[in-house]
């Protein structure tokens, strides 16, 4: 296939062995991980988890990425689709809350081919970096009930500085808005799960507070009460970013406790994670071989 399904529009080769895009990866399914996942937020969660499949390769190439062996150095094994359908089938059965979609973004073609077949009955969640095609989005319909974005930079220049992309809030704020429309406003069950909508996280980066209240300011005067938003303290220096200037520690109590007053004063719904996040003990095990 000529692969055109993230905004970088590569125009390249994705066979079943190689992939000449910027994501580096083949036609072929290539995962990471699948399995039980309990560290989303409380309403993709829940009690008995969200079955997670971790693609691997990304459409970004963030510095401080925390997954960075699979987004970055092609940790994963091959699957096929019938293969990959009946792993999820059987960690379904044994009951789950939610089927979750990991850095899917170049993906999007088989997992519309494993939805086909696997029919599943709980919520499916998109869980993006936010860098996505309004076109390939728009192949979804139907497909997925809840977006999980990512709004990562409140402008392109942080993007082109920290994850090797030029427009990443032009396309981001237009995907974000493509998927609010798909789902429309965001529908709690009484058991507490989210079934339908969109909710949008930031993870706050240290010494850029500005830079994630802008979001939260420009989340709650887009959209109020139409998503859920969910702000997170889980950065921890990884990769490229032990070595940069800002980027070099954890954030400090004062500058999470900045950005969740905006959030806490903004209007918007949604949730915050506890600074005891920020540890390399919630990155999961990889249990796959390089490419």
Known sequence: MICNLCPRKCNAERNDSIGRGYCKMPKSLYVSRVAHHYWEEPVISGKKGTVAV?????????IYC???????SNLGRKVTIDELAK????LLDKGAESLSFITPSHYTNGIIQLLDIISPKVPVVYNTSGFDSIETLKKLEGYI????PDFKYSNNDLGLEYSNVRN???????????MVRQTGEPVINQDGIMEKGTMVRNLVLPSHTKNS???INYLAEKYGDKILFSLMGQYIPYGDA???????????????EKVLLAFESSGLNGYCQELSSASE???PEWDSDVL
């Open 145 to 148: 009930d809840i977006y999980l």
């Open 213 to 215: 209240i802008e979001v």
């Open 87 to 90: 792993e999820v089938t059987l």
């Open 54 to 62: 971790f693609f691997t390769g990304c459409t970004l190439d963030c």
């Open 168 to 178: 990443y809030f032009d396309v981001t704020s237009k995907a974000i808005e493509e």
């Open 281 to 283: 003990k919630y990155i």
């Open 242 to 256: 032990k070595y940069h200037k800002k980027l070099n520690r954890k954030i400090t109590k004062r500058e999470y």
């Open 66 to 72: 925390q997954n960075r062996e699979i987004s970055h």
